[in-house]
């Protein structure tokens, strides 16, 4: 008889150790499918995106990407069970609707200066009269919201082809900066000649991974690591790279 507790015993043991090891991946990604939230943009889903998959293969599970046209978009996914894990900025994830991993990767915001028009500085930039064109609802609409006290903000929609919309802007005399993070700044100060990008970053915006608020510890502690590895193994950096992204860095902290 004893023989037969201790086996039940050793069974239960055992059963409960699998089962620690296999909880989280079952938390996180249930039915053995990731459904993954980014904003449809390069320097957000489009470097998110194979970072989903590292996370996915971690987990042993089929990616879903769930993408949003807009910030505003994303914001409004919280709490509403579209996704099982997010990638975007820290910024956009309401604390009290998810529970947020250390950064993957930062990124600049930046001013694209209009043909002719001079500021050698960020601090340059809000004066009396000058207009500043920016992505209605980005984290760089955020910050200038937050920030500018003398100039004129002008919002425009995000779009596929925000980068010319930028550029167009600035070249039809309706804004005289556009600041904007640096995948769309770059490419719109690329596509209008004689614009120039003003020196420095108004601010950064810091991209994290978050669970919808109230998963285990456990599942949080297996996203963290996940992020950690794809930072150590390349994978960040890979994805910036092969977007050809300036002012985007892996987060060091």
């Known amino acids: 008889m004893s023989r037969v507790f201790l086996s039940i015993a050793l069974f239960a043991s055992m059963s ?3 089962f620690g090891q296999t909880a989280p991946a079952s938390e996180i990604a249930p039915g053995g499918k990731l459904r993954v939230g980014m904003i449809a943009i390069t320097v957000l889903g489009g470097v998110a995106e194979p970072i989903a998959h590292f996370i996915g293969q ?5 990616v879903e990407p769930v993408m949003y046209a807009n910030p505003e978009a ?3 996914s919280f709490g509403k069970d579209e996704w099982d894990i997010a990638i975007g900025p820290r910024v956009l994830a309401p604390i009290d609707k998810a529970d947020s991993t250390p950064d993957l990767w930062v990124i600049s915001l930046v001013y694209v200066a209009a043909p002719g028009k001079q ?4 601090a340059s930039v809000d004066k009396e009269g000058v207009k ?3 992505i209605r609802g980005a984290p760089s609409d955020r910050v200038l919201t937050r920030e500018i006290k003398a100039a004129e903000i002008v919002r425009i929609a995000l779009s596929p082809t925000i980068a ?8 039809s005399g309706k804004a005289d900066v556009f600041g904007a993070d640096s995948g769309v700044g770059y490419p719109a100060a690329e596509a209008l000649p004689g614009a120039t990008i003003v020196p420095g970053a108004f601010a950064m915006v810091r991209v994290a991974a978050a669970l919808p608020r109230g998963r285990s510890a ?3 502690a297996s996203v963290a690591t996940f992020v950690d590895e794809a930072k150590r193994a390349g994978v960040v ?4 790279d092969a977007k050809g992204l300036k002012g985007v860095d892996v987060a060091t902290r």
């Open 119 to 122: 500021f050698p500085d960020i």
């Open 164 to 171: 010319a919309d930028a550029a167009e802007l600035l070249r």
């Open 16 to 18: 409960s150790i699998a």
């Open 237 to 240: 950096q890979n994805a910036i």
């Open 132 to 134: 500043i064109g920016t």
């Open 218 to 220: 456990a599942a949080q």
């Open 58 to 62: 971690k987990l042993g599970a089929t």
């Open 74 to 76: 994303y914001l409004q």
